[in-house]
């Protein structure tokens, strides 16, 4: 939820709608992996490792908040168009599909850490823009 206000610009952007879609995303994503990561805590699954593994990747995931915030705010300030980038690191096999696309309308963007391999460890970025770069 702190990830989707930071992208969105602060608590006093934030909007009833935004708070209607944190709960629906801790709702549908995060409370039924977490309920998962806490039934495998409780049935021994789970090395202590992999325990603190998990829990790493639960604050990790928290990026993916912060860019639907960030894509929500752009598209309330006018930006129509996004770009996906690759930052300079190890990408999945997926990445540089999305980066190579371009330009695209806001509406089309797949945002980092969707429809990726690596989900949450994804480390692209997007840039916004009002109008179509030249």
């Known amino acids: 939820a702190q990830q989707y206000l930071v992208g969105k610009g ?4 934030t909007t009833a709608e935004d708070y209607l879609q944190i709960a629906r995303d801790l709702k549908t994503v995060h409370y039924p992996a977490f309920q998962v990561f806490v039934d495998d805590l409780r049935s021994g699954k789970l090395t202590e ?3 603190k593994q998990r829990m ?4 990790i995931a928290s990026k993916k908040s912060y860019h639907y915030g960030l894509k929500q705010s752009a598209i309330e300030n006018g930006y129509r168009y996004a770009q996906r980038f690759l930052s300079a690191a190890e990408h999945c096999s997926d990445c540089p599909i999305y980066a190579a696309l371009g330009v695209v309308n ?6 980092p850490g969707e429809q990726c391999e690596w989900r949450y460890n994804c480390k692209c970025y997007v840039r916004y823009y009002t109008e179509y770069p030249v």
């Open 10 to 13: 602060g608590f006093r952007r």
């Open 106 to 111: 806001i509406s089309n963007l797949i945002l």
């Open 49 to 51: 490792a992999q325990a």
């Open 56 to 59: 790493r990747a639960f604050a």
